[in-house]
T-cell receptor, first 109, second 119 residues
Framework: GQNIDQPTEMTATEGAIVQINCTYQTSGFNGLFWYQQHAGEAPTFLSYNVLDGLEEKGRFSSFLSRSKGYSYLLLKELQMKDSASYLCAVMDSNYQLIWGAGTKLIIKP | GAVVSQHPSRVICKSGTSVKIECRSLDFQATTMFWYRQFPKQSLMLMATSNEGSKATYEQGVEKDKFLINHASLTLSTLTVTSAHPEDSSFYIC???????????????FGPGTRLTVL
């Protein structure tokens, strides 16, 4: 079956760095997405990785290793507004999105 | 974990026809379901919030007569794109909120999406 795993919850301190991991097993691969979702709001697109390596975009970076079925989202210089759920989703060979359950990130002062 | 399915996964239709997309929560009850539209590498755009047994709440700019939503049961919501046109071609994603504590009360589970192509 198809499966996406990410931690349920993480806690970090304001100003610090946090890495949210995502492992996947899917039938085919057409890219991996990271979204940020604040409570009561629609998910916001953060990144898309289809090739191995690190993509940096400001304070956020996303890494992909297709051979390991692994990705992580790295958040630097954490701010209180980064408290949200972070969703990992993989597009499979049929261009269907397989979603992780999301990681709730709690930022403490 | 909770599973949300969508049917069909992809559909191609002619301009002017109507297309119905189903969203089902397979192992939990969802009094609230959400319909999103996604353009490539962009954020999900919330179209409407579907509440079981009542009228859907549409976001500003979404035509309620064009995108008909019916949430007739606790496990099924449907989105009908009426008189579809090529500009309606998109990836439509639904999500369902688990109301019975499998996760937190505001946990949303997303469907795999339906790719609509209007010729």
């Amino acid at each position: 079956g198809q499966n996406i795993d990410q931690p349920t919850e993480m806690t970090a301190t304001e100003g610090a760095i946090v890495q949210i991991n995502c492992t996947y097993q899917t039938s085919g691969f057409n890219g991996l997405f990271w979204y940020q979702q604040h409570a009561g709001e629609a998910p916001t697109f953060l990144s898309y990785n289809v090739l191995d390596g690190l993509e940096e975009k400001g304070r956020f970076s996303s890494f992909l290793s297709r051979s390991k079925g692994y990705s992580y989202l790295l958040l630097k210089e954490l701010q209180m507004k980064d408290s949200a759920s972070y969703l990992c989703a993989v597009m499979d060979s049929n261009y269907q999105l397989i979603w992780g359950a999301g990681t709730k990130l709690i930022i403490k002062p | 974990g909770a599973v949300v399915s969508q049917h069909p996964s992809r559909v191609i239709c002619k301009s002017g026809t109507s297309v119905k997309i189903e969203c089902r929560s397979l192992d939990f009850q969802a009094t609230t379901m959400f319909w999103y539209r996604q353009f490539p590498k962009q954020s999900l755009m919330l179209m409407a919030t579907s509440n079981e047994g009542s009228k859907a709440t549409y976001e500003q700019g979404v035509e309620k007569d064009k995108f008909l939503i019916n949430h007739a049961s606790l496990t099924l919501s449907t989105l009908t794109v009426t008189s579809a046109h090529p500009e309606d071609s998109s990836f439509y994603i639904c999500s369902a909120r688990d109301q019975e504590g499998q996760g937190e009360t505001d946990t949303q589970y997303f469907g795999p999406g339906t790719r609509l192509t209007v010729l």
